[in-house]
């Protein structure tokens, strides 16, 4: 059994330099128009420079996963699907995800109702002001203002939808189409769980046991990036990964996603009517490092706004979550065992880099 860990109180020293004044990031686009310099607040300490290097090549590589594969009754195609998203979890960190039974309809008034809460004025949306990772509704922008160095052009709401379901009651409709969604995302995680957990030799329920799955967080967050009139000089959201164990995504058809996949940045160019998946830090830490979580970052445009609607599904917040035992019987654990709202509350007050919660558990 891995040690139980508690991860120190993030220690960032330079003071920020925010650019207060700035609420919405989409209410200061639209009032500067599409020419003016964008604040050196926003200018991204990586850039898009020349480490960043971006592999057109590979984009049509990232795995496709069929869902109704996975499902399949038919013991070979199951085991078919099974050994893929093993070899996409170990090769890749993200897939794209087919035939997964969301209506097409569904995600289009998802996406229109998303656009429609950030079109709200500011003051309307004032009482979701985030106050902090365990508010149940919050909306912003950047990722954590308080302790940046520079700020993202996005702006986000935030809600956590399981256990309990909240979502803000504006504009008419959003919270109906968000439980909808929120409760065939759930779905949908916890049957790729099992198909990992097959994929990694153990029993399907093991992921969903050791993290008490059934009762786990989800966390509904709904990007928008205005256009950026310089957007190689800004990012939507810079380099990290997410702490849960899966994240689904959809977006509103403009592109802006990207992983990172041997040092290179690849686009994420979907299919029609696909789901992004993206593995996050904790399936590499009940895998024992088998699979890796996968960095990603979203870029700007200067054409058109851009949404993305991410449901990260992570253990439940009380479960303490390290390696499976079951991995453990043959193998030194590579991470501690930490409660899993620790590790979030971290990650969502730090600074969004690489470096993440998984270096404050990790095991030499
Ligand atoms: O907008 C995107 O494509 C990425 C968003 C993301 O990584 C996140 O919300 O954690
Ligand atoms: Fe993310």
Not at 41 to 54: A, F, K, N, P, R
């Amino acid at each position: 059994m891995a040690s139980s860990a508690s991860i120190p109180s993030s220690s960032q020293p330079e003071p920020p330099k925010v650019h207060a004044s700035i609420l919405s990031i989409k209410d200061f686009a639209e009032s500067k128009g599409d020419s003016s310099p964008i604040p050196s607040t926003y200018h991204s300490i990586s850039g898009l420079h020349e480490e960043d290097d971006v592999a057109e090549e590979l984009a049509a590589s990232i795995p496709v996963i069929d869902f109704s594969h996975l499902t399949s009754h038919h013991p070979q195609i199951h085991a078919k699907a099974v050994h893929l998203i093993g070899k996409a979890c170990a090769e890749w960190g993200v897939f794209m995800l087919t035939n997964h039974g969301i209506p097409e309809n569904l995600v289009e008034k998802l996406m229109k109702k998303s656009g429609e809460f950030h079109d709200l004025a500011v003051e309307e949306k004032k009482e979701f002001g985030d106050k902090g990772p365990f508010e149940p509704i919050r909306h912003g922008t950047s990722f954590c203002p308080e302790v940046e160095k520079v700020h993202y052009w996005r702006d986000y709401l935030k809600a956590t939808t399981f256990p309990q379901f909240n979502f803000p009651h504006k504009p008419p409709g959003f919270r109906e189409v968000a439980y909808e969604y929120s409760e065939k995302i759930r779905g949908l995680a916890r049957k790729l769980l099992e198909g990992i957990s097959e994929s990694l030799g153990l029993a399907s329920n093991s992921i969903i046991e050791s993290t008490e799955f059934d009762s786990s967080h989800q966390l509904f967050v709904v990007n928008l990036y205005p256009p950026c009139p310089q957007p190689h000089l800004a990012l939507g959201m810079p380099s990290h990964s997410d702490t849960g164990l899966l994240t689904l995504l959809t977006q509103n058809g403009i592109g802006g996603l990207q992983v990172k996949h041997h040092a290179k940045w690849v686009n994420v160019n979907p299919l029609p009517n696909c789901l992004t998946v993206l593995l996050a830090d904790h399936l590499q830490v009940v895998s024992n490092g088998r699979y890796e979580r996968v960095l990603h970052r979203a870029i700007l445009n200067n054409v058109g706004t851009r949404i993305s609607v991410v449901l990260a599904n992570g253990p439940a917040l009380d479960k303490e979550v390290g390696p499976l035992a079951e991995l453990l019987e043959n193998e030194k654990p590579l991470f501690k065992t930490i409660k899993y709202k620790d590790y979030f509350q971290f990650q969502q007050k730090s600074r969004l880099d690489d470096k993440s919660g998984l270096d404050q558990i990790r095991l030499n």
